[in-house]
């Protein structure tokens, strides 16, 4: 079963921030949150990651509630490249090996 | 540096055929999996594998065999295909961290 829920679809406008939420509220202390895309049907590409501390990176940032909850994904300045399925994942630790469960994702659709 | 790379693109079968999907890595990635795409849907783990010489069952393995005799190839087979194996196959590799992707195999089963 998924461990994360995200919206299935947004828009945003391009040069805008595009901040898309992820819940995943049955996170264990350990789990970490990966963010993922995929462009069409290529392969996924992966783009952050974090356990408890905010993110950022070239790609984007990374908000964790100090629940752990929730996340956020933010792309500061959405372009038409980035329209993409955006899915938050959930990496699992089981007996020191590491499986990552995809929920269904959200797809983003950037507008002129 | 290659990467992730998968065996064949794209592949057509009748029901009862058999096929093996090759992935291999030139990363020297301890970890490797095998994961499936249904259309709309998110990827789902069929197996994967912690080394050499090493698999486990993920979320969807029925169906499916694998095999890691060298580090860098994970090996998934069908043995009878059926129409609901038809579904894009991604292969992935890591250290423990960020996964990285091959370009994924197309496969039909009529």
């Given at each position: 079963?998924a461990?994360t829920?995200?919206?299935?679809?947004?828009?945003?406008?391009?040069?805008r921030a595009?901040?898309l939420?992820?819940?995943?509220?049955?996170?264990?202390?350990n789990e970490y949150?990966y963010w993922?895309?995929?462009?069409?049907s290529?392969g996924?590409?992966y783009?952050i990651h974090?356990?408890?501390?905010?993110?950022t990176n070239e790609?984007a940032?990374?908000?964790?509630t100090?629940d752990?909850?929730?996340?956020?994904?933010?792309?500061?300045?959405?372009t038409?490249r980035?329209?993409?399925v955006?899915?938050c994942?959930?990496?699992v630790?089981t007996?020191?090996t590491y499986k990552?469960i995809f929920?269904?994702?959200t797809?983003?659709k950037?507008?002129? | 540096?290659?990467?992730?790379t998968?065996?064949?693109?794209f592949r057509?079968l009748?029901?009862?055929q058999?096929?093996?999907?090759?992935?291999?890595?030139?990363?020297?990635h301890?970890?490797?999996?095998w994961y499936?795409?249904?259309?709309?849907?998110?990827?789902?783990l069929?197996?994967?594998?912690?080394?050499?010489?090493?698999?486990a069952?993920?979320e969807?393995?029925?169906?499916?065999?694998?095999?890691r005799l060298k580090?860098?190839?994970?090996?998934l087979?069908?043995e009878?295909?059926?129409?609901?194996?038809?579904s894009v196959y991604?292969?992935?590799s890591?250290l423990?961290?960020e996964?990285f992707?091959?370009?994924g195999?197309?496969l039909?089963?009529l």
């Amino acid at each position: 079963d998924a461990k994360t829920t995200q919206p299935p679809s947004m828009d945003c406008a391009e040069g805008r921030a595009a901040n898309l939420p992820c819940n995943h509220s049955t996170i264990s202390g350990n789990e970490y949150v990966y963010w993922y895309r995929q462009i069409h049907s290529q392969g996924p590409q992966y783009i952050i990651h974090g356990l408890k501390n905010n993110e950022t990176n070239e790609m984007a940032s990374l908000i964790i509630t100090e629940d752990r909850k929730s996340s956020t994904l933010i792309l500061p300045h959405a372009t038409l490249r980035d329209t993409a399925v955006y899915y938050c994942i959930v990496r699992v630790e089981t007996s020191g090996t590491y499986k990552y469960i995809f929920g269904t994702g959200t797809r983003l659709k950037v507008l002129a | 540096n290659a990467g992730v790379t998968q065996t064949p693109k794209f592949r057509v079968l009748k029901t009862g055929q058999s096929m093996t999907l090759l992935c291999a890595q030139d990363m020297n990635h301890e970890y490797m999996y095998w994961y499936r795409q249904d259309p709309g849907m998110g990827l789902r783990l069929i197996h994967y594998s912690v080394g050499e010489g090493t698999t486990a069952k993920g979320e969807v393995p029925d169906g499916y065999n694998v095999s890691r005799l060298k580090k860098q190839n994970f090996l998934l087979g069908l043995e009878s295909a059926a129409p609901s194996q038809t579904s894009v196959y991604f292969c992935a590799s890591s250290l423990g961290g960020e996964q990285f992707f091959g370009p994924g195999t197309r496969l039909t089963v009529l």
